[in-house]
């Protein structure tokens, strides 16, 4: 492997593991502030389906959505 693909392939783990953080941080606020998925799906205009995937680690947000 080369070093290039090496720091790639650091890099994706990175990722993969800070989306993993980020997801159950989203879930943990949501229920700190006792909002249901409905709720914030509402307030923030991200649709429930996706507000769901992400706290379950199916999927990565864009940035305009964590924004």
């Known amino acids: 492997m080369s070093e290039r693909d090496s720091r790639r ?3 994706d ?3 993969l593991a800070l989306s993993g ?3 159950k941080t ?6 700190a502030y006792n909002l249901s ?3 914030l799906a509402e307030q923030s205009g991200v649709a429930k ?3 769901s995937q992400i706290e ?4 990565n947000p864009t940035l305009a959505t964590i924004w």
């Open 56 to 59: 379950r680690n199916e999927t």
């Open 9 to 11: 392939a650091g890099l």
């Open 26 to 31: 989203i879930q943990r606020l949501r229920k």
């Open 49 to 51: 389906s996706i507000i």
């Open 21 to 23: 953080h980020l997801g």
């Open 13 to 15: 783990a990175g990722a």
């Open 37 to 39: 998925l409905s709720e």
